[in-house]
Structures are given as C-alpha cells and as structure tokens.
C-alpha cells in the first residue's frame, strides 16, 4: 500500500509540475510582450496579429491533439510538445524579422495548445482513477507557475539582465522540469482512453456546447489579462516595465491562492452560485483597473480579477466530466479544447480594438465578458442536468 501511495503521489506531484511549467513559460511570455513590441518596432495591431498568428496556430493544434494524444498517450506528448513550447521562448526577439516571428508564434500556439490538452487530460485521469478532486489545485500550480515567471521577470528586467540572456535561461530551465516531470506520468495505457477514440477534432455537442462557450468566455477574458496587463499598467497608467510585470504578478498569485482553495470550495457552493459570484467579482475588480488612474489600485485590482476568474475552469471540467453518456474524459477534452481556442484568440481581438480606440477601452470588453458569465451562470449545472 505505501509504494502504490508513493508512486500516486510522485505522479500527481508530475502532473502538477507540468502545470508550473506551462504557467512560468506563459508568464515569460506575457512579461515580455513590451519587449517584443520595442523589438520589432510594432504598434498594437500588429502585436495583435502576432497574438492572432499564436491563436491560429493553436487552431491547428486542436484539430490534431485528440488523435496524438491517443495515438502516442498524454505523457509522450506532453513530453515532446512541453518541451518545444519552453524552447520557443528563447527565439521571441532572436527572428530575423516580424514575419519570421509570426512563423515562430504560430509553431508556438500549437505546442502550447497540445500540451494543455495533453496536462488537462492527464489531470482528468488522476480524477477518475484516484477518486480525488484535483482539477483546482492543478490550475492553481498552472497560477502559481505564471506568478513565479512573472515575479522573476521582473526581477531580471530590475537588475538589468538582457532579455534575451533571461528567455534564453528560463527555456532551458523549464524544458528541463517538464522532460523530468514527464517521466512520472501515466504510461500510455491509463491514458489512452481519455482521448476521443475517432480521429480529429471534435467539436463539443449538447451540453458541451454550454460548458464549451462558458469556458471560452472565461478563458477570453483571464487571456486579455495574461496578455495585456503588463503593457497596460506601462503604457496606459505609466509604470516602468520592470514594475509593470507585477500587473501579470498580482493577477496570478491571486488566482493561484484561490484555485489551492477552490477544491474545498467547490465542496461547500454549488457550481452556478460559485460561478456567478465569481464572475461578478471579476467584473468589478476589472472596472476597478479601468478606472483607477493609481497603479498600486490597479495592481489591487487585477488580483481581485484573479480571484473572480480562478474556478471557472474547474468547475466547468468538473460539470463536463459528469455530463450524462459521456465519457469524463472525452467532455473534459472537448469542453479544454473550446476554452483553449478563447483564451488564445481573445487577446488579438483585443489588440485590433486597442488600435481602433485605446487598450483601456479595448480591455472593457474582460468586464463584458465576465458579466455575460455570470448572467448564464445557471447552465454550469448543464453536465449534471437529466
């Protein structure tokens, strides 16, 4: 009994581990987008192409997760695509060109996008097979993960690191995490069946397609955030960069504190009253950042949006694994791939509103967004209906 409790855990610590990494490479990412801007000599609109060109990508990527992942299982995959996805960092500012960068982020939007199907998936089997509630705790390291990458971002950008020296440290670091969390996975064949057994990409029906656009929307609005908080507090509201990368910072500890609490949460409040409170709290921290013309209030802010956006994923796998005739698993990956496809294609659509108006009225649109979630609250229940 002890060695099969020590290797469970080794396992779920893995699992865990994944998320870090897929958090701490986003959050690279996200704290160097004013870099990459400067770099190229681009407005926002061509920063929201690039956004545009990652989300295309990830596109590409979810039409094929489903057969790879039951094809090689989620570890292989997660393995390979995990490992890409860290290394890619070190070529933001290292193309030769703007055009070669949209290249380089369209290859980006698909490794990341593979490899959230293939961690989620993962989570979801430790679920089924260990009986125990994990799905918050897992996005809560995925937080956790953003709120170390952006805390030591800005702490190399403070002390005056190059930042390519910076990506080129953090690519190497993490794909070394994520080739040794790998080898604690699941083999192959405890995954195999969390993959939709036909091939290609499956598009979420009946009650999944409730859950699928409730998760879109709340995936649309914490990826403005991951996207454009830090050249918000910088460009609209005047923060040094270095300071700015704490928007992204404040956003994510906040939600990693709620997501580490959320399993027990989600014991105690049914799913639609959770996730309606939520929403309402996301919208009025985020109109807080909008209105405030005091960094230190937005930074206030943006944690209190962390908060409001932190269980809406979980608590909508969870509905989708129960939905009635459909495998867990199956729903879950449906439901994943509809958020995914939100959280990558919303911050170019704010990019491309930024440049029509301003970002501060282009970000309205993450307080739209959670209002519209917390209006159709009731249907997170979907997976439980008859």
Wanted: aromatic share 8%; net charge positive.
């Amino acid at each position: 009994m002890s060695v099969a409790f020590a290797i469970g855990a080794a396992t779920r610590w893995a699992s865990r581990a994944q998320f870090f990494a897929s958090g701490f490479v986003f959050a690279t990412w996200g704290v160097h987008i004013p870099t990459v801007k400067a770099h190229y000599g681009v407005d926002e609109a061509q920063l929201g192409l690039a956004m545009l060109a990652a989300g295309f990508g990830a596109l590409a990527g979810l039409t094929r997760a489903s057969r790879w992942i039951g094809r090689f299982g989620a570890r292989d995959t997660a393995r390979i695509c995990g490992t890409v996805y860290a290394l890619l960092l070190a070529g933001l500012i290292a193309t030769p060109s703007y055009a070669a960068l949209l290249v380089l982020l369209a290859l980006f939007g698909i490794v990341t996008s593979v490899f959230d199907v293939a961690i989620n998936t993962e989570a979801a089997q430790l679920e089924l097979l260990g009986g125990d509630t994990l799905m918050s705790g897992m996005h809560g390291m995925f937080s956790l993960g953003g709120m170390a990458g952006a805390v030591t971002g800005g702490a190399a950008l403070a002390a005056g690191l190059a930042p390519q020296q910076h990506l080129l440290w953090v690519a190497g670091a993490m794909a070394t995490v994520v080739l040794a969390a790998s080898q604690r996975m699941l083999p192959r064949i405890a995954t195999a069946s969390a993959a939709p057994s036909t091939p290609g990409f499956g598009m979420p029906r009946g009650a999944l397609v409730i859950l699928g656009v409730l998760a879109a929307l709340g995936l649309i609005a914490e990826g403005a955030i991951y996207d454009w908080s830090v050249l918000y507090l910088q460009q609209e509201l005047g923060s040094p960069q270095k300071q700015a990368a704490f928007a992204y910072a404040s956003f994510s500890a906040a939600m990693a504190a709620a997501r580490f609490g959320g399993d027990a949460l989600r014991a105690r409040i049914a799913p639609a009253p959770l996730l309606r409170g939520s929403a309402v709290l996301a919208a009025a921290a985020m109109a807080l950042v909008l209105l405030t013309d005091r960094p230190w209030l937005a930074l206030v802010g943006f944690a209190g949006v962390g908060v409001g956006f932190a269980n809406v994923v979980p608590i909508l796998f969870s509905a989708a694994a129960r939905v009635p005739g459909i495998d867990p698993a199956r729903g879950i990956a449906a439901v994943s791939a509809a958020a995914y496809l939100g959280f990558m294609l919303g911050p170019p659509a704010i990019g491309l509103l930024a440049r029509i108006s301003s970002l501060t009225l282009a970000l309205w649109l993450v307080v739209g967004f959670a209002a519209a979630l917390a209006a159709s609250a009731r249907h997170a229940q979907a997976g439980t209906a008859d």
